[in-house]
C-alpha cells in the first residue's frame, strides 16, 4: 500500500469569535474563585492556556496581572485539586 497518498485530515480551526455578552461573561467566570477552568472549557471550549491569552486581550494590563496574581496558587480555580465539586456555573446574583 502506497501511504504517501493517504490525505490527513487537518484539525478543524474553531470558531473563537465571541460576542461582547460572552466576552464579558468569560471575564466574570474567569474572576470568580468558585468557577474551576474547567467549567469555562464546558461553556465556552477554552482550555487555561486560551482563558488566559483572551483575558490578556480583553482587560487592561494592569488588571491582567492582578488577575493572574489572584488565581496563580488558587485551588478553587481547578477540579481536580478543590473538595467540593461544582457542577455548574452560579453568578453572583
Not at 15 to 38: G, H, K, S, T, Y
Request: with cysteine; proline share 4%.
Amino acid at each position: 500500500m502506497d501511504y504517501t497518498r493517504i490525505k490527513t485530515k487537518k484539525p478543524k480551526k474553531r470558531d473563537l469569535a465571541f460576542e461582547e455578552f460572552d466576552e464579558n461573561r468569560l471575564i466574570e467566570m474567569a474572576w470568580q474563585d468558585r468557577v474551576p477552568f474547567e467549567m469555562i472549557y464546558q461553556q465556552y471550549g477554552l482550555t487555561e492556556n486560551q482563558v488566559k491569552n483572551k483575558m490578556r486581550k480583553l482587560i487592561s494590563k494592569k488588571a491582567y496581572n492582578r488577575w493572574r496574581k489572584r488565581i496563580q496558587g488558587r485551588v478553587t480555580k481547578h477540579i481536580a485539586k478543590c473538595d467540593h465539586k461544582p457542577n455548574r456555573f452560579q453568578g453572583p446574583w
